[in-house]
């Protein structure tokens, strides 16, 4: 563990196979940013030049982080205990981000379990957008 530059939280090191963390992050947080990395490691990420690539990398990662540490079924108690994404993030305790990462990833059929219990068991129709942003997208 070191401590990184102001917004990285870690990163996974290419050249030698290591994983190294910011060192003032909590307990969970270095849990969440080991696994992240982790998937890169996984995948075998290679340093890359090429933004669009990068990114679609992340995504990539972010998505695989956030299945693994978000379940569909605490995901949907989530949803119907919360009103909005941060109050999600914190009963789920995880990041915004990653909230966003599972809810833009979910399958056809946990999107259509999500819909089906928006309205049946909190009377809400996700077809419209909420003006201050929705739990689903």
Do not use: W
């Not at 990398?57 to 972010?62: A, P």
């Not at 009103?83 to 009963?91: E, F, K, L, T, V």
């Amino acid at each position: 563990m070191e401590e990184m530059p102001d917004g990285m939280l870690g990163y996974y090191d290419h050249g030698t196979g290591n994983i190294y963390v910011d060192e003032r992050l909590d307990r969970h947080a270095r849990q969440l940013t080991v696994t992240h990395e982790r998937f890169h490691k996984l995948l075998k990420h290679q340093p890359c030049g090429t933004p669009g690539l990068r990114v679609a990398r992340e995504m990539q990662v972010e998505r695989m982080t956030a299945e693994y540490f978000i379940s569909f079924r605490a995901l949907l108690d989530a949803y119907k205990a919360c009103s909005d994404i941060a109050a999600g993030a914190r009963i789920l305790n995880v990041d915004v981000e990653l909230v966003y990462a599972r809810i833009n990833n979910l399958s056809r059929l946990e999107r259509t379990i999500l819909e089906v219990c928006a309205m049946r068991c909190i009377g809400v129709q996700l077809s419209r957008t909420h003006p201050d942003g929705a739990l689903v997208p």
